[in-house]
């Protein structure tokens, strides 16, 4: 009888540690073990997101200018929320293809709620959520108990929820989001001084974490990271978050007579979903079940996790986060419309959670993929756009992307197999 393997392939992120003994040196060399073996995470996704900085800045002044910086972030807002939610689907194994247009639903339902019901804007930002996560329990229901593949479920929602959001709004109309909260989720800023006061607050409190979950490892004689590695992961996350404070505080105006300082709010609410996600995969029993499920199904039924379980509230999480992303798309094109969340969306977010460093095959990704590769994927459109490429330029160029992430994500997975790491 042949083997159950009863360990399943989990999140680097579980394996990450060093021994007690290691060295910071010891820790690198390690580090580049993992790499040669396969096991590069979202690696290629950063080392491509800075190239297409260097060459984007280097072929236009006004790519690494403060105002277009700021336009890159909340172009990559929409899609960095979809991409988190559909990395909890690809965790698992399986793919939602009807993401996008839930979140058209969802934000034309928070819409009429506004405009023709004149609800206020928390209580029609619960309803599009809620109408998001009432489509999650569908697709989840109809691929856990029916046993049909999450690609023809998802298919046909796909096709259904497109046929839902012309009845809502007819065919060729649209619906005004002009409530000043959410319209200001992508067009307004944070104040300055809260905006230093909320990257002071990431920076002290990741570092506490690091430090804290250090010292206890240490004093519990756990496997740990080296002192100085968490350092450097201090040291790196804080000059993200200053770096970008500070060029965002800049007046980015175009104009003398009107001044632009802040960060958007559409980046905290990225930070705080990226930080909750990250909670929930990494330090979290359900977390945990979801690796499990994505590495071994088999194996992990026979550990007493309940598949279906998981598989409903993975497409739940995906179609409650696509919500948020419809909405905060309509935000930034100021109405909803019929071709709302379809054409492309599903597609660059789906581009971005690979690209990200989140493997197709299951069981390996983390919700900061999805960030990563949401923002290299607008950062290809921002940078052609502003090079004046045509529209089949971005399409190519994303496609090529893509198709390198996801020939990287089988020949790494191929790489960890062969060396025993996956």
Known sequence: MTAVRTEPALDPGFSADTRADETFGDAVRGYLRRVRGGDMGSLPAVLGLIVLFIVFGLANDRFLSALNLANLITQAGAICVLAMGLV??????????????????????????????????????????????????????????????????????????????LKLIGEGGSVRVDDPVIRGLTISNLPVTAGWAVAAVVVIGYAALEFGQHRRKKTLQLSHSPVGVVAARVAAVAAVVLGVTYVLSVNRSVSAATEIRGIPYVLPLILVLLIAMTVVLKRTSYGRHIYAVGGNAEAARRAGISVNRIRVSVFVVCSSLAALSGIIAASYAGKVSASSGGGNTLLYAVGAAVIGGTSLFGGKGRAVDAVIGGVVVATIANGLGLLNQSSYINFLVTGAVLLLAASVDAISRRRRSTTGLG
């Open 88 to 165: 909890f689907v690809l965790l698992v194994g399986d793919i939602d293809l009807s993401a996008g247009v839930a979140g058209g639903v969802a934000a034309c339902t928070m819409g009429l709620a506004v405009v023709n019901m004149n609800w206020p804007w928390w209580s029609a930002l619960l309803a599009g959520i809620a109408c998001g996560a009432v489509i999650g329990l569908a697709i989840g229901l109809l691929r856990a108990k029916l046993g049909i593949p999450s690609f023809v479920v998802t298919l046909a929602f796909f096709l259904g929820l497109q046929g839902v959001t």
